[in-house]
């Protein structure tokens, strides 16, 4: 038997001030767009919505807008990655889920952390610097 298809969502959060939000899970290394896994029954952007809210504390104010699906071959094949823009939402505080969130922050572009995933960095690129876009993770 062969694993299927996989779809998550992930949300480029950014503020007024052009800040990204990123997460340090607790069980893999790297920093990464918020977000998880779709569940049977739910669309790409209630999944998008959910997790922005169980993991960051973030809720959407306006609709998320699609910034590409990529191919994330390197967890292992047939697992996509669906990115969205978030520009409309509302924080609460500086909420984050424990035990699965080490940590999050809003950073500058200028002041990214070290250890972002490569493919989170890759779609930060393809998002503020005009990157053209690569379909894998």
Do not use: C
């Not at 959060?13 to 029954?41: K, M, N, T």
């Not at 209630?46 to 590409?68: C, K, Q």
């Not at 996509?80 to 922050?105: D, S």
């Amino acid at each position: 038997m062969r694993r299927g298809l996989t779809l998550g969502a992930q949300g480029a959060v950014i503020d007024a001030e052009g800040r990204v939000l990123l997460v340090r899970h607790g069980y893999r290394p790297g920093w990464w767009f918020p977000g998880g896994g779709v569940e049977w029954g739910e669309t790409i952007e209630t999944a998008l919505a959910r997790e922005l809210e169980e993991e960051v504390g973030v809720t959407l104010t306006g609709r998320p807008a699609l910034h590409g699906v990529f191919s994330n071959n390197a967890s292992f094949p047939g697992d996509h990655i669906a990115v969205f823009l978030v520009r409309e939402f509302e924080r609460r505080g500086n909420y984050v889920k424990r035990g699965e969130i080490a940590e999050a922050g809003m950073f500058a572009l200028h002041d990214l952390p070290e250890q972002i995933d490569p493919g989170t960095r890759a779609r930060i690129a393809e998002i503020f610097d005009g990157a053209p876009l690569n379909p894998l993770w």
